[in-house]
């Protein structure tokens, strides 16, 4: 069947969705052990029956309602391509500690290959030296890719090709760049820090911390997985030269790991409504948010605001915050853990999460979101874009205990302006 092309442009977080790409969590996930979550950047080990029984009711809502591409359908798509896929295995094994898997993988077809690349390559026990190795993996697996937000981000016609935090996870990154490169489903302009004049090896960037305010606008957090050399890196990349544009960033604390983004303490929700953690966004602590302007990508002027929703109303977004876990700090502290502040909106006053976090969604249902379940959506054929602001909750006892949520799981493609 053919697939009419899709030109990359994201100028919102909350515009009618368009084309996403999701992964279906795989073996990946059922590769992990607990000697090996901390690496893997994991607190504990997740169940992947159960995993996949809650992910199917994400992925069920959001083929409902858009065009849905899955991942490891993409990759093995472009690497039936000889030379794409030489390509791609040179770049993964450049700096392995075990170079003679790239032969190893170049013998598979297109779909062996794709499998190894997500599920890890056990390493051959060959020699006597590999024997006596206590390492399991030769490439380990990606536990993380289900979380596709990190690894590139769409912001306006542009893809950036994140240099993420995390030695385990460059590959996601790798992956990315081939798909938009080679694919021919999709029009898009690369944008990979690694290629570029500028690279240094502060840049670190994850698409968690990237949100898309509007066309002119963009909201970043800083932390420990997005460096200011990052932050400064996309400064110069954006295209400012016809119009000036604005960069909000947010010092994010290090500690606890629940806070390793922006969107688990900050997203959008509608046009004119926001989802927050108060006590990171609103209170007065040492966490700054500074504003950046921007003209032919060079920064002309820094101002410190005093936070993120006064920031943006002076850029002409004026946001009702809605309460992470209510107003009671317990309830608070205990559904942001759980990614009670990550929603994914999937068009105007249209978002989905956790249903675990009955609080957030009670304080969602105050201020006019009707709430519905995914089952009944997939079920029951619920026409929700007839309906008017709505909260699709989804199952995720298991799958929040990977640390993220609706929005980690998605890379959007396009939106309506």
Known sequence: MSQKKIKININSEVGELQAVILHKPGKEVQNMTPSNAKRALYSDILNLSVVNDEYKYFSGVLEKITNVFYLKDLLTEVVSNQEVKSRLLSKITKNCRFPEIEGLLLEKDAKQLTDFLFEGVPLPKSSLTNYLKEDYFALQP????????????????????????????????????????????????????????????????????????????????????????????????????????????????????????????????????????????????????????????????????????????????????????????????????????????????????????????????????EVISAKDIIDKNVEIKKKGNVVVTIPGSELSRGGGGARCMTMPLARKN
Not at 183 to 198: A, E, G, K, L
């Open 142 to 369: 990606l536990h993380n890719f289900f979380y596709m937000r990190d690894s590139s981000s769409a912001v306006n016609n542009n893809v950036f090709i994140n240099r993420m935090a995390n030695e385990v996870r460059l590959r996601e990154s790798i992956i990315m760049e081939t798909i938009f490169e080679n694919h021919p489903y999709f029009i898009s302009n690369n944008v990979n820090p690694m290629n570029s004049r500028f690279y240094n090896d502060n840049i670190r960037m994850e698409g968690g911390d990237i949100q898309v305010a509007s066309e002119d606008v963009l909201v970043i957090g800083m932390g420990t997985r997005t460096s200011a050399e990052g932050i400064d890196f996309i400064a110069k990349k954006i295209d400012s030269k016809e119009r000036p544009k604005t960069i909000i960033v947010q010092e994010l604390p290090e500690t606890p790991e629940s806070f390793i983004h922006l969107d688990m303490v900050f997203t959008f929700l509608d046009r004119d409504k926001c989802m927050i953690y108060e006590p990171v966004i609103l209170s007065k602590s040492r966490y700054k948010t500074i504003m950046l302007k921007i003209e032919d990508r060079k920064i002309k002027q820094i101002t410190e605001e005093e936070n993120i929703l006064k920031a943006l109303k002076k850029n002409q977004i004026d946001l009702k915050p809605i309460l992470c876990g209510g107003t009671h700090t317990h309830n608070q502290e205990r559904e942001q853990w759980h990614s009670g502040a990550n929603f994914f909106a999937f068009a105007p006053g249209k978002v989905i999460g956790y249903e675990r976090n009955v609080n957030t969604i009670e304080e969602l249902n105050k201020n006019g979101f």
